[in-house]
C-alpha cells in the first residue's frame, strides 16, 4: 500500500516537474547553507580548540611585577622579581605538576650563508611537559645542560626551514649572537597560538645558559615569567592560591600590600575564546535555519496549490472508497519526497561548497556526519510539519462537493 503510494506521489510531482524543482529549491538553498555555515563554525571551533591544545593543558603563567619609574607605571615583568628557586619551589607543591622559569629574547641566528631573527627562550627541561611539546629529531637538553650552562639548542620547524631548509639541523652548530651553539633537537611543529605568533619560530636554550651568556641578568638567577601546570583541571583554583600564598612568603611581601607578581590562568583565557567560537557556530546554524523556514513555507504553498488542482481526484477517491487516511498520507509522502530530495541536493552542494572555501579562502572547515544527518532530519520534518496542513485540508474534503469542483 505504502510503495504504490510512493508511486502515486512521484507520478504527481512528475506531473509538475518545473513546479516541483521550483518548490524543492528552497529546501536545496536551506540545507546547503545549513551544512555550509556548520561546516565554517565548527571548522573555526577546532581551530581554536587545536591552538588550546598547543598550548598545554591546565597552565599558569607567572609574571615578574611592575615598576615605577619617573611617575610612569611600568607593566607586568618590567621588574625582575622571579627567581629560578621560585620556580623550584613552586614544583614542590602537591597541586602543580611541572614547572619551567623563562627568559626571553629575540637574536640573529647564522648557520653557513643563511641568518634568521627569532625568538630564543632560556629554559628547563620541563619546558617541553608544561607545553605539553615533543622532539621531533634529536633529543632534548638535560638538567646536567642547564646546571653547567651548556651551549646547546632545541630549534623549532620555522627556523629549520629557514637556515637549514632540506638539510638536517641535529649536531650542527650555529651562531646565537656570534657564540657557537649545538642543535640536538627539533622541536615537533606547533602552528600558530591563539594571538596569532608562530610557535615554530623559537628556540629553547638551557636558562642558565640564557642567563650567563646569551641575554645576561640584573640580578642573579631572575627570571621574566614562570610556566607552571596543575595537576588536573579539579586543583585549578587551589594551585593559584597555594603559588599566590609561597610566592608572598617567600619574598616577604605583608599582609595587605600587592604582590610583586601576577598570575595568570591561561586555560581559563582559552576557553573563553573556545566558548566564543562556540557560540559563534550555533549563532551561524541558527542564520542559516532560516533558509530552511523559508523552503518550508514554499512547499506548503504548492501543497496547497496541489490540492486545489486535484480535488476532484480526491473526490473521486474517496467515492471509490478510499479512506481519510489514505488521502492525507498521499499528499504528506509528497511534501517529504520533495523535503529529502531537496535536502540530498543540498547537502552536496553544501559539502561542495566548503571545500571550495576550505581551498579558496584558506579557512578550516569541519563537515560531520551528525551534521548531515541533523539536515535529513529536520528536512524531514518540515516536509511533514508544512505539508500536515495541505494533506488535512484535501482529507477533509467532502466528497460530494469535491465532485462538484470545477
Not at 651548556?150 to 632540506?166: C, E, H, K, P, Y
Not at 586555560?267 to 542564520?287: E, Y
Not at 492525507?328 to 553544501?350: D, R
Request: hydrophobic share 45%; proline share 3%; with cysteine.
Amino acid at each position: 500500500m505504502t510503495g504504490q503510494m510512493l508511486i502515486e506521489a512521484w507520478r504527481a510531482m512528475g506531473a509538475n516537474r518545473l513546479r516541483t524543482f521550483l518548490t524543492m529549491l528552497g529546501m536545496v538553498i536551506g540545507v546547503g547553507a545549513v551544512v555550509l555555515m556548520l561546516a565554517i563554525g565548527q571548522g573555526a571551533q577546532y581551530s581554536v580548540e587545536e591552538s588550546i591544545s598547543s598550548m598545554g593543558s591546565n597552565l599558569f603563567i607567572i609574571l615578574s611585577g611592575s615598576s615605577t619609574s619617573g611617575g610612569m607605571r611600568m607593566g607586568a615583568g618590567a621588574t625582575p622579581t622571579l627567581t629560578v628557586a621560585d620556580a623550584q619551589a613552586l614544583s614542590e607543591l602537591p597541586e602543580i605538576s611541572a614547572v619551567s622559569p623563562a627568559v626571553p629574547g629575540t637574536a640573529q641566528v647564522v648557520y653557513g650563508s643563511n641568518n634568521w631573527s627569532t625568538s630564543v627562550y632560556g629554559t628547563t627541561p620541563a619546558y617541553l611537559t608544561v607545553r605539553n611539546w615533543s622532539v621531533s629529531e634529536g633529543y632534548p637538553f638535560t638538567d646536567s645542560d642547564v646546571r653547567s650552562a651548556t651551549r646547546v639548542a632545541l630549534i623549532g620547524q620555522t627556523v629549520v626551514d629557514n637556515i637549514f631548509g632540506s638539510e638536517d639541523p641535529v649536531n650542527k652548530i650555529i651562531r646565537i649572537r656570534q657564540s657557537p651553539y649545538l642543535v640536538v633537537g627539533v622541536l615537533s611543529r606547533k602552528g600558530q597560538s591563539l594571538d596569532g605568533r608562530d610557535q615554530d619560530d623559537t628556540i629553547l636554550i638551557p636558562v642558565t645558559t640564557a642567563q650567563r651568556k646569551l641575554f645576561g641578568t640584573q640580578f642573579q638567577g631572575s627570571v621574566r615569567f614562570i610556566m607552571a601546570q596543575a595537576a588536573s583541571a579539579q586543583m585549578m583554583a587551589s594551585a593559584e592560591k597555594e603559588m599566590e600564598s609561597l610566592l608572598r612568603q617567600r619574598h616577604h611581601i605583608q599582609e595587605g600590600a600587592e604582590s610583586d607578581f601576577t598570575i595568570r590562568n591561561l586555560t581559563a583565557l582559552a576557553n573563553t575564546a573556545a566558548q566564543a567560537t562556540r557560540v559563534m557556530s550555533i549563532m551561524l546554524g541558527a542564520i542559516a535555519s532560516i533558509s530552511l523556514l523559508v523552503g518550508g513555507i514554499g512547499i506548503m504553498n504548492i501543497m496547497l496549490v496541489s490540492v486545489t488542482e486535484r480535488t476532484r481526484e480526491i473526490g473521486i477517491r474517496v467515492a471509490i472508497g478510499a479512506r481519510r487516511r489514505d488521502i492525507m498520507t498521499q499528499f504528506l509522502l509528497e511534501a517529504v519526497i520533495i523535503s529529502i530530495s531537496g535536502c540530498t541536493v543540498g547537502v552536496l552542494l553544501g559539502v561542495i561548497g566548503a571545500a571550495a572555501v576550505n581551498r579558496f579562502a584558506e579557512i578550516t572547515v569541519v563537515i560531520t556526519g551528525i551534521s548531515i544527518l541533523m539536515a535529513f532530519m529536520v528536512a524531514s520534518c518540515v516536509g511533514v510539519f508544512f505539508g500536515f496542513y495541505p494533506a488535512r485540508k484535501a482529507a477533509l474534503l467532502k466528497p460530494i462537493d469535491a465532485l462538484r469542483y470545477q
